[in-house]
């Protein structure tokens, strides 16, 4: 089950918001355009993948996903105020 990370900088507010509750399905918002998907089923992550390269994309416009092993994320650490990695017990698609 992959654990990534996903940011995104989109311009258009209709397309960065379509994007937030793509991802908001799938992990949780740790900043504003940040999110962390932990332990999602390899099917799910597809689904979100194919769902965020379906965005039609500006040509300024990204999103990046990086690839966390288990060690990586049982090793974060948060300074100040915010959530620690999360593994929901339930998924609902």
Not at 11 to 19: G, I, K, M, Q, S
């Amino acid at each position: 089950m992959p654990n990534v990370l996903v940011s995104y900088d989109i311009t258009e507010n209709r397309l960065r918001n379509r994007a937030a509750r793509i991802l908001l399905d799938y992990g949780i918002r740790i900043q504003y355009s940040v999110f962390e998907l932990v332990d999602v089923p390899e099917s799910a992550w597809r689904q979100c993948e194919r769902r965020l390269k379906a965005l039609r994309l500006g040509p300024s416009d990204s999103i990046r996903m990086y690839f966390l092993c288990r060690s990586c994320v049982q090793g974060a650490r948060v300074l100040g105020k915010g959530p620690i990695l999360h593994v929901p017990a339930v998924y609902i698609f």
